[in-house]
């Protein structure tokens, strides 16, 4: 079914939680290595990335905007998922090793979605 769901519909959080997967995510990052609105540096990074509630508040990203994302293990109910590389600046980060303290958002969703992720780059 193709249906639009408000997000300030109460029972949009239960219509979510019963599906039980989508055909396709895009995805884009930013420079500092966030996906949708799942921010380093949030304070609630924690919960974004391992929550099993399909959506979340994000209070501190930048700008300085409340926003609503669906959750990590709500984007990994999506079959396929594109992630949209859009500068040279961002593809150097996505191809940069890590240590753990230096973790990134978008290095878990590649650790946690190889197998259905496709990366594009658009410069």
């Known amino acids: 079914d193709n249906i639009f769901l408000s997000l300030r519909n109460p029972e ?18 930013g420079e500092d290595g966030h996906f949708a609105s799942i921010f ?19 209070d501190d990203g930048f700008p300085d905007i409340k926003r609503i994302s669906m959750s990590l293990n709500e984007i990994k109910k999506s079959k396929k998922i594109i992630l949209i590389i859009k500068s040279k ?28 992720l496709t990366i594009y780059t658009l410069f």
């Open 12 to 29: 949009t959080l239960n219509i979510l939680k019963e599906v039980t997967n989508y055909d396709l995510c895009i995805l884009g990052m």
């Open 40 to 58: 380093p540096s949030m304070s609630n990074i924690k919960e974004a990335l391992n929550t099993h509630e399909p959506l979340l508040n994000i």
């Open 89 to 116: 600046t961002k593809l150097a980060l996505l191809k940069t090793k890590r240590n753990s303290d230096q973790f990134l958002p978008i290095d878990k969703l590649i650790e946690e979605c190889s197998d259905r």
